[in-house]
C-alpha cells in the first residue's frame, strides 16, 4: 500500500467528521457505513475514481470535467434544497398584501426541520413535472415513510407556512384547481375518470410531489375553530386580523369610472379588478348575475360602473372618500363557493365556519357520522388507514372501531385574502407530515402590471425578512 499523505488525512477527516454529523442529524446510523467509500476516495483508493484524469484524450477528458462539474453541482442543489433552502414563487393572490404574485421567496427548511424525502430519486428544483417534456420528474421506487429531522422550531400560530397541498393526492391533470375530490363531487367519479380529453390522466401523487401552497397558520392542534362574519375565533377567543387582510367589496360608482390612479393608490393589480356590471369573463358574468340579488338596481336593463375588488382595511377607507363612489357593499357569503367537507351538509360557509376541531397527535375522538364526515380524509388517506362502513358498522384495517387516536398533528391554513384564498375552509386539515418550510426572505419581487423598467421590479420589497405580521 503505498503511504498515505498527510493532506490525504487531513481532507479524510474534514469529509468524514461532517458526513458522521450529517449521519446522527439524520438519526440513521446504519449511513455510517458510508464512511467505507469516503476511506477508499481519500486513503486507500482501491477503485480508480479519478482514472479520467489521466486520459491522454484531451477531448474526453474535457467532456468528463464537464461532466464531472455538473453531477457535483447536481447533488449539491439537490441536497441544499432538501435539507437546507429552497426558492417559492407566490402564483395567487391568497395571502396579499402580506405577500404578492410575483414575489420570489426562500424557504427555510431547517425552521420546522427538513423531511427524509418519500421519493429519494427526483430531479433537483423541479416539483413534480419537468416542463416541455411533461413527464414525471421523479421515480415511484424507493419510496420512504414519513420523517422529520430536527430543525430550529416548530409551527406556530400566524407563522407563514410552505406546505404540500393535503388534496393534492390524487390530480386530473388538465384540471388541477379545483381539486380532483370537488371535480367528485360535482360531476361524479365515473365522468370524470371516462373523459380524460376534458379532465386528463388521473394520476397519483406522494406527500413531498404535491403542489407547494404558502398560507397562515391560524389553527393549532387541538384548538376549536370557528369563524364569525369573518371573524377568526379560537378556543371561543376572537383573534386579531393580520394586518393587511383583505375582504372583497362591490363598489358602485355614480358613473364615472376608477382610474388608474386611483386603482394604484389602493394597491389593487389588474387581475383583481372585475368590472362586474359589463362581464368578460365568466367570473364577471358569474357575478354579474347576483346583481340584482345584491341590492343593486339596473335602469333598462344597465347598470353603473360596479367592481368586485379586494380591499384592505386602509384601501377600504380611500374608496370611501372617493366622490363618485355611491356604495360599497362586502361580499355576502352565499358567493363564497363550497366548504369543507365537500359533500356534507354542515351550513357552514365560507364568512361563517364551524365550530371544528383540529386534530392533535394522541387525542382521541368517538367515531360516528359526523365524525367520519370531518375527520376520514385523516384517518384514512394522511394516516395510512383502510377505513370502511358496513352495514353501519365503521371498520379500521378491517377491524370494528368506535374511537380513533390521532397519530399525526394537524393544522388550519387561511389566507389573509380572506374572499380570494382556497384555504383548509375549502379542503380541510394540513397534517404534519406535509409541511414544507417557512419563508424567511422575499429576494426578488415583480409586478406582472408594469414593464421591467417602469416599476416592473419592487425595490422596496426585495431582501425584506417575511414575517408573520
Partial sequence: MKKIATRQWISFGIWATLYTLFCIWMENLWMLFGLII???????????????????????????????????????????????F?????????????????????VSKLSYGPRVPNTPISFPLVQNTFPILNCKSYLDWPRWGYKRVKGF????????????????????????????YWLVNEVGREAVHAN???????IYRPVDKRENYVKRCVGMPGDSLAIRNNALYINGEKQKDP????????????????????????????????????????????????????????????????????????????????????????????????????????????????????PKKGATIELNERNLALYSRCIGSYEGNKLEVRGGQILINGQPATTYTFKY???????DNRHNSADSRSWGFVPEDHIVGKPILIWLSLDKDRSLFNGGIRWSRMFRTVRSD
Fill in 153 to 180: 422550531g416548530q409551527v406556530k400560530r400566524n407563522d407563514i407556512v410552505v406546505f404540500n397541498f393535503p388534496t393534492g393526492d390524487t390530480v386530473a391533470l388538465k384540471w388541477q384547481n379545483p381539486d380532483y
Fill in 196 to 202: 380524460k380529453d376534458y379532465y386528463g390522466d388521473i
Fill in 243 to 358: 394586518a393587511r387582510m383583505q375582504l372583497c367589496y362591490f363598489v358602485e360608482t355614480d358613473g364615472a369610472m376608477l382610474t388608474e390612479e386611483q386603482f394604484r393608490k389602493m394597491d389593487i393589480s389588474k387581475s383583481d379588478r372585475k368590472f362586474v356590471s359589463v362581464p368578460t369573463s365568466d367570473e364577471e358574468k358569474f357575478y354579474y348575475e347576483y346583481l340584482p340579488f345584491l341590492g343593486f338596481t339596473s335602469t333598462d336593463g344597465r347598470y353603473n360602473p360596479i367592481y368586485r375588488l379586494p380591499l384592505t382595511q386602509e384601501a377600504l377607507e380611500i374608496m370611501k372618500k372617493i366622490r363618485s363612489v355611491k356604495q360599497i357593499k362586502v361580499e355576502p357569503e352565499q358567493l363564497g363557493g363550497t366548504t369543507y367537507p365537500v359533500g356534507y351538509r354542515t351550513g357552514w360557509t365560507r364568512d361563517n365556519y364551524g365550530p371544528i376541531w383540529i
Fill in 409 to 415: 398533528d394537524y393544522y388550519w391554513m387561511m389566507g
Fill in 38 to 84: 469516503l476511506v477508499d476516495i481519500f486513503l486507500t483508493k482501491f477503485i480508480p475514481w479519478g482514472a479520467w484524469k489521466r486520459s491522454k484524450n484531451k477531448r474526453i477528458r474535457q467532456t468528463l470535467e464537464w461532466i464531472d462539474d455538473i453531477v457535483f453541482a447536481l447533488v449539491a442543489v439537490y441536497l441544499i434544497n432538501l435539507f437546507v
Fill in 86 to 106: 429552497q426558492n417559492y414563487q407566490i402564483p395567487t393572490p391568497s395571502l396579499e398584501k402580506t405577500l404578492l404574485v410575483g414575489d420570489y421567496l426562500f
